[in-house]
């Protein structure tokens, strides 16, 4: 699961049913090598993080609430 990029994988894209299923088996709650994204994905474990507001977030966006612009804003506009 190191490797495997599931934000940028079109394989994953493809059919990501194999790879949730593997990722529940594997650890319920993973954090992502490469955003540093938690997933979670046991029942019990997603009750309890919606439950736990200090600790989890419920953005719906890699990069955070408030991501940084892919680019230097330049004018006044």
């Given at each position: 699961?190191?490797t495997v990029?599931?934000f940028?994988d079109?394989?994953?894209?493809?059919d990501?049913?194999?790879?949730?299923?593997?990722l529940?088996?594997q650890?319920?709650?993973?954090?992502?090598?490469?955003?540093?994204?938690?997933a979670?994905t046991?029942?019990?474990?997603?009750?309890?993080?919606?439950?736990?507001?200090?600790?989890?977030?419920?953005?719906?966006?890699i990069?955070?609430?408030?991501?940084?612009?892919?680019?230097?804003p330049?004018?006044d506009?």
């Open positions: 699961l190191a990029d599931y940028s079109q394989t994953i894209s493809q990501p049913y194999a790879y949730w299923d593997h529940r088996e650890n319920p709650v993973h954090r992502e090598p490469h955003y540093g994204v938690v979670v046991g029942h019990q474990e997603v009750l309890a993080a919606f439950k736990d507001h200090d600790s989890f977030s419920a953005v719906n966006a990069g955070g609430p408030f991501p940084p612009l892919p680019f230097v330049e004018g506009d």
